[in-house]
């Protein structure tokens, strides 16, 4: 065999353990894309790092939210050979010694991926059958309290699956159609007289109507920035989800400015939809203006979507770049044209908040509801609140307190 025969196999296998690294990381990566990883690399200076890095990247990389965990994936993995073996060792000693800080998501599901998945000991014949008779919590009922920034890439798989079968209920509201019913409680005279007509002008029978009843339009407001980008990922799963059960659904995703993907998370594939959506949003994991998004929601889409007693969720920390500037008259102007708003802060897991920035005491006196989104229990939570009854609309604790 030639040397380059051998070099390129070399690195044909590198690239198909790197991308079993990346999907053991949580990132969608198949055989296609690693096969599309080795056609990329045969147009580019093996010899340039930064080349094979956005080769790479380019083609095995299909959402934002992927690339910090890829980074650091390839940074590790291309540095040594022997990296799988001393990155199992970094772990460990890491955990023999108390860390001055947390490591981030994306570092802790790197370092999960190159220490490979666990197998049990086997088992041999000679030994008996051993019974745990321990009552432990089940991973399913611990996934509910557990935080998604915490979770690792197997645990945010089991979650995105708990949250695909998450139904979102809203109480039913009378609007003024109306719907023939035979046990209906109004009279319905215009029915009445055209089944007379029939019958020659002669009223036989008296026609019945109801009001229909449908669920209010709901429309999501969700902070993609820097630190809200680790729940955003999850929690476009969750709006997907909404999406596709439910009519009359506006999503929108602000940043530094504001986009409207209703029409791509419509598709039911949710991959296929988050990569149209990673192709319309250009300010994933930037800044924040939520000042600026509100009131370009109020300028450009309020009477479009608002109508018919709607219901709005925000979901934000509330951190805003450019503190609370005119963030207080786009919040009130957003509670007056809908008939609930609803805050979703996952800062509200912490059990000492309080609101102390400027722009998330200029929001709170706007907001119907103020609750934590922070994991399974939370939505769950959510969706029990949507299904009642909305109450009437007092003057806000917050207000009061101020």
Known sequence: MSAA?????????????FGHLLRRAGLPVGTVEILAAQEALTHVDLGDRLQVCTALRSVMVRRHEHEEVFDKAFSLFWRDPEA????????????????????????????EAF????????????????????????????????????MSAAQIG???????????????????????DPSGGETDLRGTLRASLRQGGDILDIARRRRVERPPPLVVLCDISGSMARYAQILLHFLHAVANHRERV??????????????????RDPEVAFQMVAHVVPDWSGGTRIGEALAEFNRHWARRVLGQG????????????????????????????CRRL???????????FEPRSQGIRAMLPHVDEFRPVHNLASLRALIDLLSRPAPARTASLWRIAS
């Open 5 to 17: 025969a051998s070099t390129h196999g070399a690195l044909a296998w590198n690239i198909m353990h």
């Open 84 to 111: 799988v073996r001393q990155a199992a060792v970094m772990a460990l000693m890491a955990g023999e010694k108390a860390p001055k800080r947390r490591p981030d998501p994306a570092s802790r599901r790197v370092a």
């Open 115 to 150: 220490g490979g998945p666990r197998q049990s000991k086997p088992r041999t014949e000679q030994e008996p059958p051993e019974t745990d008779a321990v009552l432990t919590v089940s991973e399913r009922e611990r996934l509910q309290t557990m935080d998604f920034e915490a």
């Open 158 to 180: 089991a979650t995105k699956a708990e949250i695909r079968r998450l139904v979102l209920p809203l109480d039913l509201r009378r609007t003024r159609r109306h719907r023939p």
């Open 250 to 267: 506006q999503i929108f995703l602000f940043g530094t400015r504001l986009t409207n993907i209703t029409r791509q998370l419509r598709h």
């Open 310 to 337: 709607a219901v709005v969720l925000l979901i934000t920390d509330g951190l805003d770049r450019e503190g609370a500037k005119g963030l207080a008259e786009n919040m009130d102007r957003l509670h007056r044209s």
């Open 342 to 352: 609803i805050w979703l802060n996952p800062l509200l897991r912490w059990a000492g």
